[in-house]
């Protein structure tokens, strides 16, 4: 009676550790995505150049929340020079819906600004737009999935910050890439009048 109860017993929680396993196994989070962003920008567009297929692998979110717009002409309605502004806000859509990337364009850029961060251990990016320079980096800390990326054209200038990424995927050439996809529509469609473009 006695080795009968011990093997029911034994049955039950055999099946209890089974089981916790199986829940354990499906709790544990998908694979990361490690596929590089398109080389080529492709709808679907947010804000009318971000391509949102980019947005989702760089930050892991499928349904992000999208704010901002970009305007193009609004240096010819304020002062009569050319340059645009705006940006590009991604939300995570759950809890606090904290902001996980933004991309800016403003006419507030220089090249001592990117010689500067260089000279602070940021990296040069590779030519994107002819006359334009740049810089990326990323944080240094453990885990961190923060990075960012600046490219100035004249006094144009666009940046992408990743301001939460996901652990495992090359972050900093994830915002590279993103900039590869945005500036050279952004900044062209920006670009100042020759007098405005002498740093």
Same mark, same amino acid.
């Given at each position: %009676?006695?080795?009968?109860t011990?093997? +029911?017993g034994?049955v =039950?929680?055999?099946?209890?550790?089974?089981?916790?396993v199986s829940? /354990?196994q499906?709790e544990?989070?998908?694979?990361v *995505?490690?596929?590089?962003?398109? +080389?080529?920008?492709?709808p679907?567009?947010?804000?009318?150049f971000?391509?949102?297929d980019?947005? /989702?692998?760089? @930050?892991g979110? $499928? *349904?992000?929340?999208?704010?901002?717009?970009f305007n193009m002409a609004?240096?010819? %309605?304020?002062?009569?020079?050319?340059?645009? @502004?705006?940006s590009?806000r991604?939300y995570q859509?759950?809890? *606090?819906?904290?902001?996980?990337l933004q991309?800016?364009?403003?006419?507030?850029g220089?090249?001592?600004e990117?010689?500067w961060?260089i000279? $602070?251990?940021? /990296?040069?990016?590779?030519?994107?737009?002819?006359?334009?320079?740049?810089y990326?980096s990323?944080n240094?800390?453990?885990?961190n @999935? $923060?990075?960012?990326? %600046?490219l100035?054209?004249g006094?144009?200038? =666009?940046?992408?910050?990743?301001?939460?990424?996901?652990k495992?995927?090359?972050?900093?050439a994830?915002?590279?890439? %993103?900039?590869k996809l945005i500036?050279? &529509?952004?900044?062209?469609?920006?670009t100042?009048?020759?007098?405005?473009? &002498?740093?």
């Amino acid at each position: %009676m006695m080795r009968k109860t011990f093997r +029911s017993g034994l049955v =039950v929680l055999l099946g209890a550790v089974a089981l916790l396993v199986s829940c /354990r196994q499906q709790e544990s989070p998908p694979p990361v *995505n490690k596929a590089p962003l398109p +080389s080529v920008a492709a709808p679907p567009y947010v804000c009318d150049f971000v391509p949102l297929d980019a947005i /989702r692998l760089m @930050t892991g979110i $499928q *349904n992000p929340i999208i704010e901002g717009r970009f305007n193009m002409a609004v240096g010819k %309605m304020v002062d009569g020079l050319e340059y645009g @502004t705006g940006s590009c806000r991604a939300y995570q859509p759950s809890g *606090n819906k904290p902001k996980v990337l933004q991309i800016i364009l403003s006419p507030a850029g220089g090249e001592r600004e990117v010689d500067w961060e260089i000279s $602070q251990g940021a /990296r040069r990016l590779p030519e994107i737009v002819s006359g334009a320079v740049g810089y990326y980096s990323q944080n240094g800390s453990a885990g961190n @999935t $923060q990075a960012a990326a %600046m490219l100035v054209h004249g006094y144009d200038r =666009v940046i992408v910050e990743l301001i939460h990424g996901v652990k495992g995927r090359d972050n900093a050439a994830d915002v590279v890439a %993103m900039m590869k996809l945005i500036a050279p &529509k952004l900044i062209l469609d920006a670009t100042p009048a020759p007098e405005r473009a &002498k740093d």
